[in-house]
């Protein structure tokens, strides 16, 4: 079955504790991208990337960060959480359909994780 | 102007009401716009793109106005289980670049 996994889907943590969300997809999908969705704010963009060892600042990148090592996987790095990161996260892929300069669109979503930094 | 506005709504219709979802986006060279929906709670996922010349998915139309840089969604027959957070969803850059940018989300309740 395709599709995006992350882990953990909900998880506790106190300010300063290093954590790692984990994003896998088995799409052969080149972009992945993670998103925050906090109340009244909708959907941000915390960096993306294009391929493999190509990654991207989105919109809010303060405070993470990210590798792409593997085509299939996009972990997303909070090396000292706050407070403020307290939020749900979503990792993303996409093929984009870049051949001939077309793109699909279709983001394929994982289910979420849910973050709390205490 | 935000680069992607939605109404927040919520909208509440009854069953078999036709509705109307506008969207307004700020770079006028965005290249690809979308509809994603998103129920309680869950990932959002794509409903439909939208293409220059509009196009229409069963009971739901997708039109875009390059002009006025709004796109909208139109859903007729409203069924219950078409309550959800519609997103409107613009690619404010090239192909090639891909940063998608989302709205906040309109909010749709269809009552019995």
């Known amino acids: 079955e395709a599709q995006v996994t992350q882990n953990p889907r909900y998880l506790i943590t106190v300010t300063g504790k290093k954590l790692t969300v984990t994003c896998s997809q088995n799409?052969?999908?080149?972009?992945m991208s993670w998103y925050r969705q906090d109340p009244g704010l909708g959907l941000r963009q915390i960096y993306y990337?294009?391929?493999?060892?190509?990654?991207d600042k989105g919109d809010v990148p303060e405070g993470y960060k990210v590798s792409r090592k593997e085509k299939r996987n996009f972990p997303l790095i909070l090396e000292s959480p706050s407070p403020n990161q307290t939020s749900l996260y979503f990792c993303a892929s996409s093929s984009l359909g870049l051949a001939g300069g077309s793109n699909t669109g279709e983001l394929f979503f994982g289910e979420g994780s849910r973050l709390t930094v205490l | 102007r935000k680069e992607v506005e939605q109404d927040p709504g919520p909208f509440n219709v009854p069953e078999g009401a036709t509705v109307a979802f506008n969207c307004t986006y700020s770079n006028s060279a965005s290249q690809s716009f979308f509809w994603y929906r998103q129920d309680c709670r869950k990932e959002p996922k794509l409903l439909m793109s939208v293409y220059s010349s509009g196009n229409e998915d069963g009971r739901f139309t997708a039109q875009l106005n390059r002009a006025s840089q709004y796109i909208s969604l139109l859903i007729r027959d409203s069924k219950l289980s078409d309550s959800a957070t519609y997103l409107c969803v613009v690619n404010p850059r090239r192909a090639g670049s891909y940063q998608l940018t989302f709205g906040k989300g309109t909010k749709l309740s269809v009552i019995p």
């Open positions: 799409m052969n999908h080149e972009y």
């Open positions: 990337s294009m391929n493999v060892e190509v990654t």
